[in-house]
């Protein structure tokens, strides 16, 4: 049921900062789930107030009781979303028992009826109208209170604790890891800078080991010898140290490390395939937009090479190419309907979203030219898609792009995942939050201690897990 009765909170909260840093500001939240909020700011008691956004129907004001700390959030200012802002994203919540709130405020998270095809077809994460809590414009669970999209509201089950309720992002996240990277056909798995969410994908490797009778080992790599005995009790099978790895050593390695230097590690480690985690805002290898790529879930692969479609892309695809690779694609794609991406789009599209499934390029920073934060344009690829490097015209000897040809190498991405899934493991396997609880999580601190938090989460060997008590400022 919504609610009509137009209401209006304010608070002070930390807001954070274009610098990094955090000031405290004044918020109001006013209006009602059934005809919208206005979210208004004050940044001191001689500024008048202003309203940051107008947010539509959809949203419930919540109060807030723990958010974690990601390395989404220690990056924030790097990423391509306006600031200053009320981040965080790892939330739990009250909405007259505990909850855990979705990250995206897509229409169908919000319950709008609408022809939108990313929500029609389980592309709801990737909505272009989404709006995203505490990354893009709408306010995050640093704060006492949230606007959560009303579909977004998960229940925690009574097995499951307030605390671990803002552990439910992140988990779904690594299980969208292994959705998307399924470790059934490999052997050897590692996970590179098992910490904040590495941990975590760990944990859910050993929980679908046991789950489908796999026999994989697997191995965390880390830099600090601290990490060891959390690793192994979350499932590692072994611990192994970063330098001391072997160039080729794993089939699969997934890359949580939050660095650019983090996928040139993973990228020698891997026979077969990298699953890159990270989204902190920097370049790498040439190009800009490998965050984006991640937020969209883009896969990457060298034209020629013997590649496994990822799961999300059509057998039939609409691939933009040109005339010189269009053999090449239909090796690999039989079914594909290629064009040259300098051709006037057709009118109809696979799924009705304008948009490629596939684009080939010819070196890497062109991955600049197709995956932007800007929606808008008319030849865009895809969220989900798929990225063909073509090694006929020769490569900038980057890591990434020699290994896309002469492993081959398979890049895989992903974000967000399901919370339902996430909760319905949990009850399957009841420990998996106590131990997250016990060996994850390694501090609580209050609100007016924010910028500490952070320090504390930026530091591997001070830290794991920090999470933030958003009811003791």
Known sequence: MGDTESMATTFQTPEYQADGRFKTVQYTFEGSEDAGWRIIRQASAHQSPQVVVNVGAGYRLLATRYCGVCATDLARRHLPF???????????????????????????????????????????????DRLTIGIDRLPG?????????????????SSVSAIAGCFVEPYAAAMRALQLSPPDRYQQIAVLGPRRLGMLILSALNAYREQHNLDYELVAIVRHNALRPHCLTLGADRV?????????????????????????????LSRHEVHLKSTHGKPVFGFNSMSQMVVDEI??????????????????????????????????????????????????????????????????????????ADKTSPKQLRPAGLVLLNSKHGSSGDPLSLALHQKPLMLRTSRCGDFRQTLALWQQFPRIPALLEDQWLSHILSLDTIEQ??????????????VVNTLSA
């Open 82 to 128: 306006s600031l200053p802002q009320i981040t965080g994203h790892e939330i739990s919540a009250v909405d007259k028992q505990p909850v855990t709130v979705e990250i995206n405020a897509s229409h169908a998270a919000r319950g709008e009826q609408t022809d939108c095809p990313y929500c029609k077809y389980d592309l709801h994460r990737h909505c272009p």
């Open 141 to 157: 669970g640093f704060a006492p209170w949230l606007l959560a999209p009303r579909h977004g509201i998960i229940p925690l089950p």
């Open 240 to 268: 192994d140290m970063l330098d001391a790895c072997k160039a080729d050593s794993f089939d699969l390695v997934f890359d949580t490390t939050g660095s650019p230097q983090g996928l040139a590690h993973a990228i020698r």
């Open 299 to 372: 896969s990457l692969a060298g034209l020629q090479s013997d590649w496994s479609l990822p799961e999300s892309l059509p057998r039939r695809a609409m691939v933009a190419a040109d005339t010189t690779s269009i053999n090449a694609v239909h090796r690999c794609l039989p079914d594909a309907d290629c064009m040259d991406p300098d051709d006037a789009l057709p009118q109809t599209w696979p799924l009705a979203i304008n948009a490629f499934d596939a684009v080939v390029i010819n070196e890497l920073p062109a991955l600049d030219n197709w995956i932007a």
């Open 453 to 466: 938090a952070f320090s504390l989460a930026a530091d591997s060997q001070r830290s794991r897990k920090i």
